[in-house]
């Protein structure tokens, strides 16, 4: 490609494509690994670049980041993906490094999807990743714990890449409005703060959203002076009633949270999903419906129906691994649970009842037999001494009152007292049962 065609393909490119930093000192975000002194930017600035898989959402600049390593090591770049590539294209970019090597030019091979390696791409690849011809930069969304081959993960470290606050994609989009090469700075358009905000915000951490979400905006822009305006009108065309943004502080978001959680404990999932439908459509974080959820699942269900938690901590992270159009959904998927699940508040006025005990016992002491005793001298002063070992016991419990694990001289308090909803009145049976087997101990039976 020579380089009028080279420059009439990037004037066409997405926007997101040509802002694409090519300089570290360009990179926004991930502090923890570009920061001054940090393993990237040691790398960048002349020491040996290591095989790395990079973990972390879409949009915070992973294979942007393999690039600037390439470039500022003066390594060759190879590029592949893990689900298009076959063996033979593995074996074509082992042949190109071992060219690239007779230059003395290390290369790196950046392998996207890595997740989605099969055995046969594997068995192409390990050899050379181990003799050093290649460096291996993997790049994925899924935790590589899980999905990476066990041969490949042993051979690289694991960089875990955070999405990008608001600030960091706010400076993004900052930079491409007023970079004149490669972004929207010929156009001078003016975009107030309050805009950004609203872009950065509907972007999730997305920086190449964010850009996407720009460019498509400023075809909506308004003559102004010499340049142009990008009107807050405009975003909803965009990003819908987002644009629409209410005041975190003010009553109708706090209100719509409200309604978001007594409609979840009534039991009313429409009522939950509209609640959430016009929070996140004003403009409000997903993650503030998430954190609700969450408080939910133990406040109003609870014992209930125990999946009702994980299943809330899965949503939040499907949300922050899957990025805010696809992860809304699965925030949905846990109101909508939460609401039909049977409810019970009995955990929760257990720790009520539990806080307000312990704080009118000041001079509260462990019972002896439940101390540790990890020297000699507490051994001595009889520390764990009586302590029965439930598994060795029948039914796997010390029956009796002798061992409730109570302070001494300090009165019996009951404060977990189960419903009869859902998976709690099992509970119910479980604490009665043992109660029995605990008279029964005391009796001497």
């Known amino acids: 490609m020579d380089l009028f065609q080279q420059a009439s393909s990037e004037e066409s490119a997405p926007l997101a494509w040509r802002m694409r930093p090519r300089r570290l000192a360009d990179y926004v975000g991930q502090p923890a690994l570009v920061g001054p002194g940090k393993p990237l930017r040691r790398m960048a600035e002349g020491g040996p670049v290591r095989s790395m898989i990079l973990w972390g959402p879409p949009g915070t600049g992973k294979t942007t980041l393999?690039?600037?390593l390439a470039e500022e090591s003066g390594a060759h770049l190879e590029r592949l993906s893990a689900v298009m590539a076959g063996v033979k294209d593995i074996r074509a970019a082992v042949d190109r490094a071992r060219a690239a090597q007779g230059q003395d030019r290390p290369t790196l091979l950046f392998l996207d999807e890595i997740h989605r390696l099969n055995k046969s791409q594997q068995?192409?690849?390990?050899?050379?990743?181990e003799s050093g011809l290649l460096t291996l930069i993997g790049a994925t969304t899924e935790n590589p714990s899980f999905e990476v081959n066990s041969a490949l993960?042993?051979?690289?470290?694991?960089?875990v890449l955070k999405s990008l606050t608001d600030d960091d994609v706010t400076e993004v989009l900052r930079r491409a409005l007023a970079d004149a090469d490669r972004g929207l700075g010929a156009r001078h358009i003016a975009v107030d703060d309050e805009v950004l905000a609203l872009l950065a915000r509907a972007a999730a951490g997305d920086a190449r959203r964010a850009l996407g979400l720009l460019e498509t905006a400023c075809d909506f822009t308004i003559a102004e002076g010499n340049g142009e305006r990008l009107p807050r009108?405009?975003?909803e065309d965009v990003i819908g009633h987002q644009a629409s943004a209410f005041d975190k502080q003010g009553d109708h978001f706090y209100d719509l949270l409200s309604a978001i959680h007594k409609s979840v404990r009534s039991s009313r999932p429409d009522a939950a999903l509209l609640y959430i439908a016009r929070f996140m459509q004003g403009g409000g974080d997903p993650l503030d419906v998430i954190r609700r959820l969450t408080a939910i699942a133990s406040e109003?269900?609870?014992?209930?129906d125990p999946k009702a938690l994980p299943l809330t901590m899965a949503a939040w992270d499907a949300y922050l691994r899957?990025?805010?159009?696809?992860?809304?959904r699965a925030i949905a998927h846990a109101a909508v649970h939460l609401a039909v699940a049977p409810k019970s508040n009995a955990v929760d006025q257990a720790w009520h009842r539990a806080k307000a005990f312990a704080a009118a016992q000041p001079r509260l002491e462990v019972p002896t037999y439940l101390r540790n005793a990890p020297t000699k001298l507490m051994e001595s002063l009889g520390h764990g001494d009586g302590y029965r070992w439930a598994h060795a016991e029948?039914?796997?419990?010390p029956a009796g009152s002798a061992?409730?694990?109570?302070?001494?001289?300090?009165p019996l308090e009951r404060f977990y007292e189960p419903t009869a909803n859902g998976q709690e009145k099992r509970y119910a049976q479980m604490l009665e049962w043992r109660a029995e087997l605990d008279a029964q101990a005391d009796r001497g039976e």
Do not use: F, K, M
């Open 66 to 68: 393999a690039e600037i």
């Open 322 to 328: 899957l990025g805010d159009h696809e992860g809304q």
């Open 123 to 129: 068995d192409a690849l390990l050899p050379h990743v």
């Open 300 to 304: 109003d269900v609870g014992n209930a």
């Open 153 to 159: 993960l042993s051979r690289a470290r694991v960089h």
């Open 233 to 235: 009108e405009a975003l």
């Open 403 to 410: 061992h409730n694990c109570w302070p001494d001289d300090v």
């Open 394 to 397: 029948p039914n796997s419990y």
